[in-house]
């Protein structure tokens, strides 16, 4: 089990960027897939981006491949996700998760979130 928060969320214009960061507690983080959920109002949650326990593996939702990169460091139990080109569509509270495995469906650890508002 690992405790995860979020940061880095805020007011950007569109065309702009953004990094969220997500700190991660617990001894066993690096073992752990990562991923980046956004909710926006009114619609569902909605999948990111992931990052397997090494990083050898990502995987992204169309709507953002090519504009955004998910990273992890494991020495600083933190993942990244570098957000270029913003849209206005990008507008939504970001949220960090993680699972015990690559293949697994669910996720097991959630945040509670970082509002990203990306003005036109």
């Known amino acids: 089990q690992v405790d995860v928060v979020e940061s880095g969320g805020g007011l950007v214009q569109a065309g702009g960027s953004l990094r969220l960061s997500c700190a991660a507690s617990?001894?066993?983080?690096?073992?752990?897939?990562m991923g980046w959920f956004r909710q926006a109002p009114g619609k569902e949650r909605a999948f990111v981006a992931a990052?397997?326990?090494?990083?050898?593996?990502?995987n992204y939702a169309d709507s953002v491949k090519g504009r955004f990169t998910i990273s992890r460091d494991n020495a600083k139990n933190t993942v990244y996700l570098q957000m270029n080109s913003l849209k206005p569509e990008d507008t939504a509270v970001y949220y960090c998760?993680?699972?015990?495995?690559?293949?697994?469906?669910?996720?097991?650890?959630w945040g509670q979130g970082t509002q990203v508002t990306v003005s036109s």
């Open positions: 998760a993680a699972k015990g495995s690559w293949r697994r469906d669910e996720y097991d650890c």
């Open positions: 990052i397997s326990w090494r990083g050898g593996k990502t």
């Open positions: 617990g001894r066993t983080f690096s073992s752990y897939t």
